[in-house]
């Protein structure tokens, strides 16, 4: 799912750009079971999978948006499935025109922004 201008597939490329090692060993330290350490790293893993395409929609020309868009309610999962499916066809398409470093980067702050928020109200 994550493309831009070629395939990236390395789960370890993932861990290594969101810090997984550091992740861990911070929460190994304060007594966070593995099974709770993984189901926490899933998470952020999701939240980067789902900031990536919204970065990559986010630097889409107009019309490739509204196109992305056009006749769905992504409050409803299979619209938010098809919305997801249509950014990466364009990704395949465009992406060759994006920094894809820049691209992670974001993604990656941005998931960690979002897992905090997601954090602090539970």
């Excluded at 810090?19 to 099974?35: A, H, M, N, W």
């Excluded at 952020?44 to 630097?59: A, G, T």
């Excluded at 769905?72 to 364009?90: C, N």
Aim: aromatic share 10%.
């Amino acid at each position: 799912m994550l493309e831009v201008g070629g395939e990236m597939d390395s789960a370890n490329l993932y861990d290594r750009i969101l810090g997984k090692e550091e992740f861990v060993r911070q929460l190994k330290e304060k007594g966070v079971s593995d099974e709770i350490i993984t189901a926490e790293w899933e998470k952020i893993y999701k939240l980067f999978c789902l900031s990536y395409v919204m970065q990559v929609y986010d630097r889409l020309p107009m019309s490739l948006q509204k196109e992305a868009e056009m006749g769905l309610d992504i409050t409803k999962a299979e619209g938010a499935t098809e919305f997801l499916q249509r950014v990466s066809k364009h990704t395949k398409e465009f992406g060759g025109k994006m920094d894809v470093a820049d691209l992670v980067k974001e993604a990656a702050n941005e998931a960690y922004k979002m897992y905090v928020e997601l954090e602090e109200k539970k």
